[in-house]
């Protein structure tokens, strides 16, 4: 649980020490106040000069497993992984990484070729699963519960417009879904205040939500889940939107459609919010339903440096994470100390 790490029992310093645990990046759950400003920390250092960090992966092999499409995520991974030294070997799985073997197996395959595991798949227990099969970092890049990267990356891009995260009141209207559940714990992390509107049935899920306000109650932050998009962008600093129906929902996209229609991020809803508020969305956006054209297109709209920032927070990610030694026996090992 989140709350065990000690660093939440005070609130994170701007430049936090080298005290980066993780041996994978599955979850924002997982983080603690200080490894998210050592990411922070990291990243603004890269992002201001890739080229001294040219060799950080020499000589290492990344596979990246997807089972969903993907534009910034994967061109943003391969990009970083050559521009810091390394290999990407890119696998599009649409029926499934389980499809042909279970995902402990694939990972005791893959942990002998392979320096590091990138993947974007449905369940996230394929991910946790894998995580703890392989002996090299594995790395979210979005399932049906979180998108940490993504999140990291929108809190990294606020923290580069406004300097003061706890400050900041961050409101969503929208599903709360991956997206939203990531960008509630990062702001929990952060002690930012997340005001979340979302439909009825639309909830973010309970543990999630449990764990943001219990490491809100270290950090300061102040976590809001209703219904009101209203009132959730009232005085925001950032207005933050996601797509209506997610990759596998397509089937519900005329439903949901309808059920979000009030949730819409337009000129009105952004008139509540700060007059200094930027707009924000993962991207892709369906333009005329979640977020305006007015909108998505103004100069409030933060939405493309917000996917730049995705290449320079997950080169952090990776630079962090190269030398983790997980320790995880792979099968044959565990074979041979019975011997
Ligand atoms: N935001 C994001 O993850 O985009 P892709 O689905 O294109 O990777
Ligand atoms: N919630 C969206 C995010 C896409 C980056 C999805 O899962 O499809």
Request: overall charge neutral.
């Amino acid at each position: 649980m989140a709350t065990a790490h000690p660093a939440l029992a005070t609130k994170a310093p701007r430049s936090a020490p080298a005290i980066f645990q993780q041996t994978d990046l599955l979850s924002i759950q997982d983080l603690s106040p200080y490894e998210v400003h050592e990411i922070f920390a990291l990243t603004k250092t890269i992002k201001a000069k890739p080229s001294a960090f040219g060799t950080a992966l020499k000589g290492k092999q990344y596979v990246m497993m997807f089972e969903k499409p993907s534009l910034r995520t994967r061109i943003t991974f391969e990009a970083g992984i050559n521009t810091l030294g390394g290999h990407a070997l890119f696998m599009e799985c649409p029926g499934g990484i389980e499809s042909r073997e279970k995902a402990a197996d694939v990972a005791r395959n893959l942990e002998r070729w392979v320096q590091g595991i990138i993947l974007r798949t449905f369940k996230h227990s394929t991910v946790t699963e894998m995580a703890a099969n392989a002996g090299v970092p594995v790395i979210n890049a979005l399932t049906d519960r979180e998108h940490p990267c993504q999140a990291l990356a929108d809190f990294f891009t606020l923290q580069e417009k406004f300097g003061d995260l706890p400050k900041l009141k961050v409101a969503f209207a929208g599903d709360g879904n991956n997206v939203a559940h990531s960008l509630m714990l990062t702001a929990a992390n952060l002690g930012s205040h997340f005001s979340l509107a979302v439909p009825k049935g639309y909830e973010p899920a309970k543990d999630i939500a449990q764990a943001a306000k219990e490491i809100a109650a270290h950090t300061g932050a102040v976590i809001e889940i209703g219904n009101d998009p209203q009132a959730a962008v009232a005085g925001a600093d950032a207005v933050y939107t996601d797509v209506w129906a997610s990759m596998g929902q397509e089937s519900e996209a005329g439903k949901r459609d309808t059920i979000f229609r009030p949730f819409q991020v337009n000129a009105a809803l952004m008139s509540l919010a700060a007059p200094h508020a930027v707009f924000m969305h993962c991207l892709p956006a369906h333009r005329g339903s979640e977020v305006t054209d007015e909108v998505l297109d103004s100069p409030r709209s933060v939405v493309y440096d917000e996917a730049e920032n995705r290449l320079h927070v997950q080169n952090a990610i990776m630079v962090l994470l190269a030398g983790a030694r997980k320790g995880v026996k792979s099968a044959s090992a565990i074979r041979a100390g019975r011997a």
